[in-house]
């Protein structure tokens, strides 16, 4: 799936349910629009933000990697403990 076709469908169910909700008498539609506008604004500083840090992201052996997290590795607990 693409991502612009993923985004195009939660898009669309967020104005179903702000639609639903406006039907329904919940909230005013300018409030429905005022809180989809706010979405907005903050998905694309996050977006802005991860744009900025494309260079910053490295690959396991350190090396720059743009396009790829590079995801600390995470010792998992094995159930033993070697206190005693």
Do not use: C
């Amino acid at each position: 799936m693409s991502v612009i076709l993923a985004f195009a469908a939660a898009a669309g169910g967020l104005a179903l349910e702000a639609a639903s909700r406006v039907y329904l008498g919940y909230h005013w539609f300018t409030d429905t629009l005022a809180s989809a506008s706010i979405s907005v604004v903050l998905l694309a500083v996050v977006i802005m933000l991860d744009i900025s840090r494309g260079g910053q992201r490295q690959n396991s052996e350190g090396s720059p990697n743009p396009g790829t997290v590079a995801y600390p590795q995470i010792k998992r607990d094995t159930g033993k403990d070697n206190h005693g």
